[in-house]
């Protein structure tokens, strides 16, 4: 099984300014990684895909990295809103149809 | 949008009593997936299920799980015999392919 580690557990940065988020995993490399928000008592909610032949994917303000030799992924949000404030997941296809979800970063963004 | 619903949104049992937890994934979606969240910590894998079986389980998902797509439509999560550290968050999802789309879950608590 994967062992996945998502940096701090709880990361404030200033509003405008750009949020990282990191993601590192311990045993083979996926086909893909995915990054998920959740915010409280709510069901995670889908934010990006890169597959392990992409370094990099963009969405709006939202990029994500992709290093399969240093087995990291990084999640970016530039110009970050106090909107943005929520917990970010990354989660791992385990080969098969079985995902494994890291513990999540607890972004705050203040204003 | 489509969404993916679960019922109910709270459920309060006995310890030993069965539960049954039902969902609603989008309707053209091919994979489903159960969930469970207890509290504070990560989400965790229970099933997939495609083509009207079990692909993957996790070692969480033992005999006391089950779960059926009974009607084409509904896809639900059995536990019987409850035990108290059943207590938790249980996320359904469904999916096209890679893109989970996660419902409101259910809050089980075992007393």
């Known amino acids: 099984s994967q062992k996945i580690e998502q940096n701090s557990e709880a990361l404030n940065i200033q509003e405008g300014k750009t949020a990282t988020l990191t993601c590192n995993y311990t045993n083979y490399s996926p086909a893909y990684l995915q990054w998920y928000r959740q915010d409280p008592g709510r069901g995670p909610v889908f934010l990006l895909l890169i597959r392990e032949n992409e370094k990099e994917k963009r969405k709006e303000r939202l990029k994500v990295t992709f290093d399969t030799t240093l087995k990291q992924s990084l999640f970016h949000i530039t110009a970050s809103q106090p909107a943005d404030s929520a917990t970010y997941l990354c989660?791992?296809?385990?080969?098969?149809?079985?995902?494994?979800f890291g513990t999540g970063t607890s972004l705050t963004v203040i204003p | 949008e489509p969404e993916v619903t679960q019922t109910p949104s709270h459920q309060v049992t006995q310890m030993g009593q069965e539960v049954i937890l039902r969902c609603v994934p989008i309707?053209?979606?091919?994979?489903f997936y159960w969930y469970r969240q207890i509290l504070g910590q990560k989400v965790e894998f229970l099933v997939s299920f495609y083509n009207n079986e079990i692909s993957e389980k996790s070692e969480i998902f033992d005999d006391q799980f089950s779960v059926e797509r009974p009607d084409g439509s509904n896809f639900t999560l059995k536990i019987r015999s409850t035990k108290l550290e059943d207590s938790a968050m249980y996320f359904c999802a469904s999916s096209p392919r890679e893109t989970q789309y996660f419902g409101p879950g259910t809050r089980l608590l075992v007393l």
């Open positions: 989660a791992l296809e385990g080969g098969g149809n079985q995902f494994y």
């Open positions: 309707s053209n979606h091919l994979y």
